[in-house]
């Protein structure tokens, strides 16, 4: 069974910090993993998706995130925040069929 | 591009009301999706589709069914809309080759609002 755990419902952050979104996953199989990006009252924008191909994952507007075996992790960042930034983000875990499961969100927010 | 549009950004309805939502795809995509999104509970699957008359039930069905007869549209159906069924609801796609690792494409949402 796939499942996957965003630590930090609500996460905070000046403007220019680093940014650091965190997601651990579950998974009886080599996981496919993807983050998320919803803005408010908009659908979800796909980040970036970890497919094994390399640990360390770009994806749009600056952000990336690492694939950690060891410790079950693939974790957002983003080197300087900015107030566009300020939205809703899902991790997501493909299993059978393409069937996703998501994580309960982390709302960002950042502080000018 | 992928678009994804559902046929309401927001609806209000009224309780044991009927209330169908739809969702139309242009990718030609196989796999089809109906969510519902809750404060604190993130995305729950409610059905997906795999192809036309096809219908697999996600974790949370109950109340509600759906309806494929044509590749492109998804409907989600409430046949006696609750107020507990107050949500967000999202509809997504996604193409069948590559399995696991394609990402879903998903439409703007429906709020609805069952009084």
């Known amino acids: 069974a796939q499942s996957v755990t965003q630590l930090g419902s609500h996460v905070s952050v000046s403007e220019g910090a680093l940014v650091l979104l965190r997601c651990n996953y579950s998974s009886s199989v080599p996981p496919y993993l993807f983050w998320y990006v919803q803005y408010p009252n908009q659908g979800l924008q796909l980040l970036l998706k970890?497919?094994?191909?390399?640990?360390l994952v770009k994806g749009i507007n600056g952000f990336e995130a690492e694939f950690k075996k060891s410790e079950t992790s693939f974790h957002l960042t983003k080197p300087s925040a900015h107030m566009s930034d300020a939205a809703e983000y899902f991790c997501a875990v493909s299993g059978t069929g393409n069937q996703f499961y998501f994580g309960t969100g982390t709302s960002l927010t950042v502080i000018p | 591009d992928v678009k994804v549009t559902q046929s309401s950004r927001y609806l209000v309805k009224r309780t044991g009301e009927k209330v169908f939502l739809e969702c139309v795809q242009d990718?030609?995509?196989?796999?089809m999706f109906w969510y519902r999104q809750d404060p604190g509970l993130g995305l729950r699957l409610i059905y997906f589709?795999?192809?036309?008359?096809?219908?697999e039930k996600g974790d949370i069905p109950e109340g509600y069914s759906v309806s494929r007869e044509k590749k492109e549209r998804f409907s989600l159906i409430l046949e006696s809309a609750s107020t507990n069924q107050t949500s967000m609801y999202l509809c997504?796609?996604?193409?069948?080759?590559?399995?696991?690792?394609?990402?879903?494409?998903f439409g703007p949402g429906t709020r609805l609002t069952v009084l």
């Open positions: 990718m030609d995509h196989e796999n």
């Open positions: 970890y497919t094994s191909a390399a640990t």
């Open positions: 589709s795999y192809d036309v008359k096809m219908k």
């Open positions: 997504a796609s996604s193409p069948l080759a590559g399995g696991f690792y394609n990402e879903q494409f």
